[in-house]
């Protein structure tokens, strides 16, 4: 059987975690997960992981929040879940929103040296007392190739820093040095787009949910882990907005507004990164059924539901 790769992503709140899962009920499939936010365990609700998370799920809650953890890392782990699927004749299907996941499933990444726990430590503590603007202007004096990224994006800029400091050479040239490799060969991408006034509304509607039910709780947790704000759980849909609700900064529905704002914007550039970034034989669909049609004519032929259990 020819090895084969469904990649169903969007913006956050488009439905496709649910069409995949519609999709694992009629088709031999595994669902394996290409969330950068969705690994971390203990934050299912704030994270919107599959709840409950069931055999055919991969991927999902298997981080600890305090774990250094990339994308070359989570490339690792995909490539076992779908060698594994493949082995079992299972259909995979990788479902997520997250940019940098999605890129380096598609276009592999560059082979750039491992970075010392000690220079981590370094980078990650100047941010943490300069703050981000401070933090990229410094980046971009010793590195003016660094001005080509977003100073808000904090992991690019810690990562360009951390490469900076540990080889003392610049990222784009490791990145122009150092040629992508592809992970795989035969990937499908389908993009869930729905109309931005229904994707708006479900944003609206999902975090006010999720803050009527355990996700207050559960940045409780994570505060109690004494993570500083620029670790990547800290930064999930919501988690800083909550924060500052438990430190007393900000009253309830100002905490609401302000994440259902900050994640309509988060979506926003999504969209437009999906339309310009992704290969040329991506298709899109602008509802949960046209893309789940699409996939079960697809496949549902070759990758029959049966009642026999994935590998766990």
């Known amino acids: 059987m020819e090895k084969e790769i469904v990649v169903v992503t969007g913006p956050t709140a488009s439905g496709k975690s ?3 899962d519609i999709i694992a009920d009629d088709l031999n499939c595994r669902v394996i997960n290409c ?10 609700i704030l994270t919107d992981q ?3 998370v069931r055999d055919i799920h991969k991927l999902y809650g298997y981080v600890e929040p305090t774990q250094n953890y990339s994308a070359g890392l989570w490339l690792q782990d995909v490539k076992r879940e779908v060698q594994q699927a493949w082995d079992d004749n299972v259909l995979p299907v990788i479902t997520g929103g997250s940019g940098m996941y999605i890129n380096s499933l598609v276009n592999g990444i560059s082979d750039i040296p491992a970075i010392d726990p000690e220079v981590r430590k370094t980078a990650r503590n100047l941010l943490e007392s300069l703050g981000n603007a401070a933090f990229y202007e410094a980046l971009v004096a010793r590195d003016s190739n660094a001005a080509r990224l977003h100073h808000n994006n904090t992991h690019q800029i810690l990562r360009a820093f951390e490469v900076l400091e540990q080889t003392g050479t610049s990222i784009f040239t490791w990145w122009e040095r150092s040629p992508r490799i592809k992970p795989f060969e035969n990937c499908k991408v389908l993009v869930l787009l729905p109309p931005r006034n229904k994707l ?6 999902r975090f006010l949910t999720m803050m009527q039910t355990d996700a207050i709780s559960e940045v409780k947790y994570l505060m109690s882990l004494n993570l500083p704000m620029h670790a990547p759980v800290m930064k999930a849909h919501g988690a800083p907005e909550i924060v500052q609700y438990l430190q007393g900064k900000i009253e309830f529905m100002e905490a609401v507004e302000i994440a259902q704002k900050n994640t309509r914007h ?13 290969p040329c034989d991506t298709r899109f669909f602008s509802s949960q059924n046209e893309i789940i049609d699409h996939v079960l004519a697809q496949y549902a032929s070759k ?3 049966t009642h026999t259990q994935p590998h766990n």
Not at 37 to 44: A, H, L, N
Not at 200 to 205: H, L, S
Not at 266 to 278: E, S, V
């Open 266 to 278: 988060y979506a926003k550039r999504q969209c437009t990164w999906f339309r310009t970034q992704l």
């Open 200 to 205: 708006y509304d479900k944003i609206n509607r």
């Open 35 to 44: 969330d950068s936010k969705q690994i971390y365990r203990g934050v299912p």
């Open 50 to 52: 599959p709840v409950p």
């Open 18 to 20: 649910a069409a995949c």
């Open 303 to 305: 990758y029959p539901r």
